[in-house]
């Protein structure tokens, strides 16, 4: 009963997160009709243009939180939405790049394209590994736990 009302909170908690956010995005997009702005446009239109994205991470990185609660093996997809996420989010901070190019200079010879596809590889790799660590950590120490308890 704890573990519902444990999910149930964190549930709240993060669609009170996601509301608010999506209310900021909400303000950003009048304030730009208000205030004649070009760094704040661009940005408005970069968060309007990703914000399938943006949802899309927080609902998979939600999803993963309430699966961590669980307990083995029901908590073994955690990780890999963990990772899927993590992957969205280095592409939104990459695609950032790109609004921020246009306005300070950045080095036409410095290759995003093959920074963001290494390091989209490698942040996917450690937190899907350190993800699967911990739940095996987790489950390993729940059965000696449970071993020591039965004697």
Same mark, same amino acid.
């Given at each position: 009963m704890?573990?519902?009302?444990?999910?149930?909170k964190l549930l709240l908690a993060k669609a009170i997160a996601l509301g608010v956010f999506l209310l900021i995005i909400l303000i950003l997009n009048i304030t730009v009709y208000i205030i004649n702005n070009q760094v704040l446009n661009e940005v408005v239109v970069f968060l309007n243009h990703? !914000?399938?994205?943006? !949802? #899309?991470?927080?609902?998979?990185?939600? @999803? @993963?939180?309430?699966?961590?609660?669980? /307990?083995?093996?029901?908590?073994?997809?955690?990780? #890999?939405?963990? @990772?899927?996420?993590?992957?969205?989010?280095?592409?939104? !901070?990459?695609?950032?790049?790109? /609004?921020?190019?246009?306005?300070?200079f950045v080095p036409d010879e410095i290759p995003i394209k093959q920074i963001y596809y290494l390091t989209s590889i490698i942040v996917f790799i450690i937190i899907l590994v350190i993800g699967y660590i911990k739940i095996l950590a987790d489950a390993g120490i729940h059965k000696y736990k449970k071993i020591f308890k039965d004697e």
């Open positions: 704890d573990d519902i009302k444990e999910v149930g990703n !914000i399938i994205i943006i !949802i #899309l991470f927080i609902l998979l990185f939600i @999803a @993963a939180s309430v699966l961590e609660t669980l /307990v083995f093996p029901y908590n073994l997809p955690g990780p #890999l939405l963990n @990772a899927i996420g993590g992957w969205l989010l280095v592409y939104f !901070i990459f695609d950032m790049f790109n /609004v921020i190019k246009k306005f300070i």
